[in-house]
């Protein structure tokens, strides 16, 4: 049977206009080895803003096109489209994961039509997508689609996290912003798994929410006290391994600062070069898009590196990734839930004032797009 759906798309042009909108595009009959999926959720996740919005000034935010046909366009201001050069005039579907029914499969296949999966791989913004098991997990009868969304990249991080902590040698992780669905499953996989883990939140409100599942380190970025604080809680963990999702400003060097202060606390001498103790911290998200500022007052034994969950999955044994991803599916329900603000629709999605709420990324919110 012929089918069409909608994609959302993203297009920057040469001269510097980003334009969103949905696209009606044939859906192909699913081959030898591949699902058809209708998509019925999808999370907005900080990563798939990144390519929604690229660098545009969202102040320029309009609406244009029709009811049936809406389009959201914003200007990216000329200074940054060197950024972005790759991707000019191309036309991109959006959406890192998401869950739906299978619709359709390939004759190998016929099993799983039916059944509900949550499947990673982009473009699942849209009404189908046409993917290959490979990139799925079969949910359980009773789950909803909602609960099998957000199955890939933020628990995926969060175990990624524990799983380069055990790689590298350490024994503790500092994460900030903390109190994100992401910071959440993290929590809660470092209690069972016996690692402690410094919690940085931005308000008192977060402190109790993270306090109220069980976290035990927690440290507030908005009291005067916040240094000192940081420095006691690394030197009580050993924490000489944190990650850093907000990347611009200096959350990165406080980190590095507070780890080198706790080390320090155990040097018989002093050294000029500072702690021989290895301090590493990585930025893995763009909360805050400015420059990453780094005061140096952390000596010469440290590293500041990128973390990406899927070049980090290019190169982790398979039998860790298999282990990571039978354990989100055994735990979707608990620690790997995810809480969602409020549910949109493609449409709404083009929507100036509901983008603009989106679109800001702040910590405990999270938007799951319903086509």
């Given at each position: 049977?012929?089918r069409?759906?909608?994609?959302?798309?993203?297009?920057?042009?040469?001269?510097?206009m980003?334009r969103?909108?949905?696209e009606?595009?044939p859906?192909?009959?699913?081959?030898?080895?591949e699902l058809?999926?209708?998509?019925e959720?999808?999370?907005?996740?900080?990563?798939?803003?990144g390519l929604?919005?690229?660098?545009?000034d969202?102040?320029?935010?309009?609406?244009q096109g029709?009811?049936?046909?809406?389009?959201?366009?914003?200007?990216v201001?000329?200074h940054?489209?060197?950024?972005?050069?790759?991707?000019?005039g191309?036309?991109?579907?959006?959406?890192n994961?998401?869950?739906?029914?299978?619709?359709?499969a390939g004759s190998d296949l016929?099993?799983?039509?039916?059944?509900?999966?949550?499947m990673?791989?982009?473009?699942?913004?849209?009404?189908?997508?046409?993917?290959?098991?490979e990139?799925?997990?079969?949910l359980?009868?009773e789950?909803t689609?909602?609960e099998?969304?957000?199955?890939?990249?933020?628990?995926?991080t969060?175990l990624?996290?524990?799983?380069?902590?055990r790689?590298?040698?350490?024994r503790?992780?500092?994460?900030a912003?903390a109190a994100?669905?992401?910071?959440?499953?993290?929590?809660?996989?470092?209690q069972?798994?016996?690692?402690?883990?410094?919690?940085?939140?931005?308000s008192?409100?977060?402190a109790?929410?993270?306090?109220?599942i069980g976290?035990?380190?927690?440290?507030?970025s908005?009291?005067?006290?916040?240094?000192?604080?940081?420095?006691?809680?690394?030197?009580?963990?050993?924490?000489?391994?944190?990650?850093?999702?907000?990347?611009g400003?200096?959350m990165?060097s406080?980190?590095?600062?507070a780890?080198?202060?706790?080390?320090?606390?155990?040097?018989?001498?002093?050294?000029?070069y500072?702690?021989?103790?290895?301090?590493?911290?990585?930025?893995y998200g763009?909360?805050d898009?400015g420059?990453?500022?780094?005061?140096?007052?952390?000596?010469?034994t440290?590293?500041?590196?990128g973390?990406?969950l899927?070049?980090?999955?290019?190169r982790?044994d398979?039998?860790?990734?298999?282990?990571?991803?039978?354990?989100?599916r055994?735990?979707?329900t608990?620690?790997?839930?995810?809480?969602y603000?409020?549910?949109?629709?493609?449409?709404?999605?083009?929507?100036?004032?509901?983008a603009?709420?989106y679109?800001?990324k702040?910590?405990g919110e999270?938007?799951l797009?319903?086509p």
């Amino acid at each position: 049977m012929a089918r069409s759906g909608r994609e959302l798309r993203t297009t920057i042009t040469e001269d510097g206009m980003l334009r969103i909108n949905l696209e009606t595009l044939p859906v192909p009959e699913p081959a030898q080895g591949e699902l058809l999926v209708r998509v019925e959720a999808a999370p907005i996740n900080p990563s798939d803003l990144g390519l929604l919005f690229g660098p545009a000034d969202m102040n320029t935010l309009k609406a244009q096109g029709t009811v049936e046909n809406p389009v959201l366009t914003a200007q990216v201001p000329a200074h940054l489209l060197p950024a972005v050069k790759a991707r000019l005039g191309q036309s991109m579907p959006v959406g890192n994961e998401g869950a739906g029914k299978v619709v359709g499969a390939g004759s190998d296949l016929q099993h799983l039509v039916g059944k509900r999966v949550a499947m990673i791989g982009g473009a699942m913004y849209a009404d189908y997508r046409l993917i290959t098991p490979e990139s799925c997990i079969v949910l359980p009868d009773e789950a909803t689609a909602a609960e099998g969304a957000a199955l890939f990249v933020n628990p995926l991080t969060a175990l990624g996290f524990v799983e380069t902590m055990r790689a590298e040698g350490h024994r503790a992780i500092v994460h900030a912003p903390a109190a994100s669905n992401l910071g959440q499953m993290l929590v809660k996989i470092c209690q069972a798994d016996g690692i402690e883990l410094v919690n940085i939140v931005r308000s008192q409100e977060q402190a109790d929410l993270l306090r109220g599942i069980g976290a035990r380190h927690i440290v507030d970025s908005s009291t005067e006290t916040f240094a000192q604080d940081l420095e006691n809680a690394i030197a009580d963990t050993g924490a000489m391994l944190g990650f850093d999702a907000i990347g611009g400003g200096e959350m990165t060097s406080t980190m590095l600062n507070a780890m080198e202060a706790a080390a320090a606390r155990k040097m018989d001498s002093y050294s000029r070069y500072g702690s021989s103790t290895m301090k590493q911290v990585y930025i893995y998200g763009s909360l805050d898009t400015g420059p990453t500022i780094l005061k140096r007052r952390f000596g010469f034994t440290w590293n500041l590196g990128g973390w990406l969950l899927f070049s980090f999955l290019k190169r982790t044994d398979p039998g860790v990734a298999k282990r990571m991803r039978d354990r989100v599916r055994a735990e979707m329900t608990t620690t790997f839930a995810s809480h969602y603000t409020a549910e949109i629709s493609l449409q709404d999605a083009l929507r100036p004032e509901i983008a603009a709420v989106y679109e800001k990324k702040s910590t405990g919110e999270k938007y799951l797009l319903v086509p």
